[in-house]
């Protein structure tokens, strides 16, 4: 349990702590070292999910960013996240503007095309403006043939109210889900949470071990990893990183170390450029990865609500929950520090304005410090412009120290 | 608090302002007609400007004397007004900073300092404004206190938070759950909680004490001009309607940035009183109204003068607006006898805090009430919580009203992406239909 | 020993550069083309003309650097660099004071901070829309009938201006039509188009900052207009090279010879 006080960011910083991790690596590659496959298997996401509803799982479509999952599996629902699906965006500009983040955009293209594998409703978490009008612009005016949820998360810096406040809507989230999904089980709820928790720790331990270039995954390989977590079953995919390989070793030293800061990771044809210009990610700030990740590792839940609620305050400073800059610059700081990386890539949302307005005092300091900044805007199109191979080559150019003499 | 800055403002306040004031309304008033679609102007268009420059002029006397606060507009003053803060409202002064068309250049200020040009006009003008010093309205005093709430967006947390970041001044954020279906006790909990811890925080910056009476009433002079004006908006469902929505979106100043003093009601009083009067002598707002339309959004506000006499030139006259409504549709939610519980319910269920179905409903009774007979929606670059949702909000009433409408794509306040020639062709098609629709 | 020669080429989204040096650093030859739908082709036309004027052949050139966007699609390169690094080398070269580089070719504009030895030590670029760009006011241009040569009429240059509120280039263009319609002045227009060009770069000027001198390169500093209103902006002088549209592959011929004598010296 940690004291609410407590919960300023980034006062325990002794969570990665090395001798720990070291320990940990070695108990896990014991214990898995005979069933351990040498390439890693990611499942394709519209497969897996096809597969799940195939034998009658209970799929629900949920919206980002924050939202209790381990409530979700104790129903036995499985959460299926709505990113940024690929495809053409056609249905979705009779609804919205064109000025509107293309998360939205191709989230409700993803809703109107009445996908068959949601069977369970969709989820709202409460993330931003956008997403706040779309949630009720498709439950009161758009309609589905499913039932839409909505789950508000506290903003802004928080305050005596805030953990009051959120175990209680936790808890009316779970006596609305009853009246659909039957009583929850407290003993499910429990072993939900225990699940979660080892995913957790392996995680934070991945991505320690990822600014530590303790890995042999590519840069691409790195974020499939990361982002199956947005489809998989909590066990499947605890399974998945037990099976990722951390080495004792440190790798060979790439051309350049970046750290990766904004909603999604960059997309597969940019990573893929990054891995051949030998460019490694090597810590990553991102809403879909490390933002959902608690903070410190913490203990075993005991009582399951009061866990939630102790993990929701728990998660790293994110734009979307608009705590102070200042914390979250000091979070980033230490996420550079730790990854001893050489610059930092802002993978940008277009229209995203949680992210865009953090970013001006980030970008600042950044420079302040005498950090280079590299700023990719996306709208989350597949490949790589010319403008963009552009932009990236003259960065790492810079990073080379300029053109050599 | 020096006693010379003290007497200098309440000098200032008693009748240097006042005097300066007559003056610039002298010169104002002689070079103005009416253009000849329009009815008689509103007397009480004077002193609207008298008391609005009034409170721009005096603010530079304030610094040493009371403390500033920048306020959202949709945050509840009331608390301040009991430690006499001076209030501020940022979003009012861009959109002053929009009516006189220079939105660009301040933006610009901000965009020049990396600000992303994505961003919320009213934001963007209002930090090129704080960068650079520069206001049309001369000089706005620094805050000691920022105060905002996330009722109308989470835009405003995050201008907020920049300007406490660099100005290095302290925010007080109240956190407003989105309603999406019905406000839950938890919710209603959770405000007044947020609204009673406060208390300390504003004592101390403001040096002042907190009495329960002097909320009250405060709270109740609030309520007493957020129904005035609300009695005056539903005036305007008399044929034809006293004043045009393009005259409200000037009224509305100070119900939201004077609420809760009694300058304010003192005015709605005034302005009632002249509205009552042409409503009983059967004067308009325009010349010949035929045809009586509804706003949505927010004002455009660099293109008010040119929208109003495009369509009363066409005899066409916007009765109601979604926007107006906002400072007066909750406020019967607050009992001055359970404050914080009421403020919670008040403030928390504000339009632009409020799912589309409550927008739907409400627009379909203003339709009504008002005898609509045409919608024009405003989809605001700026504004996702007012414009994600329009385009289905629209299709709801016109199908099942019948009822001719128009989207038409601009900003707030930064002309930059206002293409006439675009809007105008729109507007056109729009009044046709709007003919035909009557004529069939 | 037989002098050494270097050659770089730029190719642009509109034109193509080749220039070649000695090892004294000396341009022998520069040749501007336009470059067309084959960037390959105009980058081997652009090079055949260089060396002509040089009288050099082919094989007499040590090594070449490739740059622009098009620098992928040379063939016959041994190195390639962006043209944001070559801008701030050739622009260094001219103008050994210039601190911060602004580039305004056809498709992107950009911004660099350079340091005393011409290393890049930041830059800014403009976002997709071509409001900014030379594009911008080719569209521009060609709405009102002139030549692009025209921009930089002293008539054009002084005088007052309409401003020209959409910074979208789409937009721009109807309000442009519409002043036409209204008869507004052609150097009316053509004048608050600079301004709004200027307003655009602007902003990415001031994120990279005014350190020291300021050089400007690519085919938009051949405007005389812009150049005007651009000095104003900044209160004072640019450093605007006698051929702007060659200091990228100037810097990238640059770059060819620095690499070349890293790999021999060691
Ligand atoms: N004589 C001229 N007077 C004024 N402007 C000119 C003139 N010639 C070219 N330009 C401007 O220069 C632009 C082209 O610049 P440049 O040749 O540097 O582009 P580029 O390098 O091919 O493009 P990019 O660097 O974006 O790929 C044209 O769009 C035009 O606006
Ligand atoms: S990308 Fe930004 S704007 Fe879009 S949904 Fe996510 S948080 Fe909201
Ligand atoms: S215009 Fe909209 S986004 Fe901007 S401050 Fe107002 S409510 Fe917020
Ligand atoms: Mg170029």
Redesign the interface.
Known sequence: MYPFDAIVYLQRDDHYKRSDLEQRAQIDAMSINDTKDKVLKIPDRSDYLRDQRRSGQEIMGVLPALYPRELLWAFNILPAEIWDPPGEILLANVHLQASICPIVKRGLEFILKSPEIINSGYLFPHTCDSLQNLGTQVKDLIGVPVPVYTFYNPKGEFNKASKRYYSEILFNLQKTLEKSHGLLSQNQLKAACELGHKIDIRRQMLHAALMEDRFDLSNREYFQLIRAAEYMQGQDYLDLLNHVEINEQIGVAPRARLLVTGILPPGDDILNFLDESRVRIVSEDLLSGSRRIPIVEMDQPDDPMEYLVERFFLLPPCSTKAGGLDKRLQYLKKLIAKSRCHGVLFNTVKFCEPELFDQHFLIKSM?VMGL?VLNL?TELQPGL???EK??I??FL??LD????? | MSLSAKLKYKFMKDYGAPALMSLQGLKRRRSRPTPSAFGPPLESNARLKEILTRHYYLSRFVPGVKKVAWVTSGAPVELLRVFDFYTIYPENHSALVGAKKQG?EYC?IA????FSQDLCSYARIDLGHMLSGKSPAGKLPKPDLLFCSNNICQTVLYWYKAISQELDIPLIHFDAPFVSDRQSEADIRYMAQQLQDMIPILEQVSGNVFYMSDLEAVLKRSQDSSRTWGNILKAMQAKPAPMTIFDAFGHLAPIVSLRGLPVAQDYYNILAEEIDDRVSKGIGAIRDEKYRLIWDNIAIWYKVRYLATFFAERKMNFVTATYTNAWAETIDHLNIKDPWNSMARTYGQIILNNNLKHRLGLMRRMIDDFSVDGMVMHSTRSCKPYSVGQYDLRKAISTSLNLPSVIIDADIAD????????IQTRLEAFCESLEDTNRG | MADLFFGGIDVGSLSTEAVIINSEEQVLAEVVLITGVNGSEAAQKALNQALELAELAQSQIAALTSTG?GRASVPFATGK?????CH??GAHHLFPSTGTVIDVGGQ?SKVIQI?D???????S?N??CAAGTGRFLEVMADRLELELDELSNPAYITGPSTPI????TV?AE??V??LLAKDTPREQIVNGLQRSIV?RI??M???IGIHGEVTITGGVAKNQGLIKVLEEKLGQKLNVPKNPQTVGALGAAL?AK??HS?STST
């Not at chain 1, 120290?401 to 003499?405: A, I, N």
């Not at chain 3, 660099?81 to 690094?85: H, P, Q």
């Not at chain 3, 030895?117 to 830059?123: E, T």
């Open positions: 420079k280079p805007e412009s010319g403008q552009t932009r080559e003259a150019e810079m120290e300029g053109v050599p003499v | 660009a610009g965009e020049g300092d990396s002309e930059r992406v206002w293409s006439e020639q675009q | 966007y660099t962006t043209e944001i690094s701030g080398v992107d340091d030895r011409g290393h890049m030590l930041d830059f670029m976002d997709k509120s959409s910074t979208c937009f109807s309000e039509i519409s307003n602007w902003s000027v001031v994120s770059i620095r690499h890293d």
